[in-house]
């Protein structure tokens, strides 16, 4: 855990395991929290707050493992917010604004992990907000007016947030 370039290296493999919409994935995405993969990435995170890439790659493996609506996605989502996944997105896009691919993997993230239409996906919105995603969001968008990317994942999560 002390190892920043390990930490790196380990949050973007489990980001590419985590990626797809087919079954295999989404098989991959519960072997992932399964072996506690959501608590790793934010420990990591939390561990290296001032490294870009640990930030970066952290955001793309909690945003990859909470896409999907069924219940087993669901439950992944609020794993990661129990794990503090919200928090250390949000901080990860505060700590990094220049960073492109922080903000749109701090936006997949917060989008993934707060969507659904249930009182928990309300109150993961309202944690969000709490926590400073809007701000966060429209931070991303200004820093970066010519990345298409961050401004459609921070256009999304602060319609999904609003």
Sequence with gaps: PQDAGVQQSGCWALGNVCFGSDAA??????????????????????????????????????????????????????????????????????????????????????????CGSDAAAQARRQRAVTAGATEAAAGAMRAHPGDAAAQRQGQNLRDLLA
Excluded: W, Y
């Design 25 to 114: 994935a989404r098989a991959r995405r519960q072997r992932f929290v399964t072996a506690g993969g959501i608590e790793v990435a934010v420990a990591a995170m939390q561990a290296h707050p001032q490294v870009a890439g640990v930030q970066q790659n952290g955001c793309l493996a909690l945003g990859n493992v909470c896409s999907g609506t069924n219940a087993a996605g669901i439950a992944r989502k609020q794993r990661a917010a129990d794990a503090g996944g919200i928090e250390v997105a949000v901080a990860a896009m505060q700590a990094h604004p220049q960073v492109a691919g922080v903000q749109q993997n701090g936006c997949l993230a917060l989008g993934n992990v707060c």
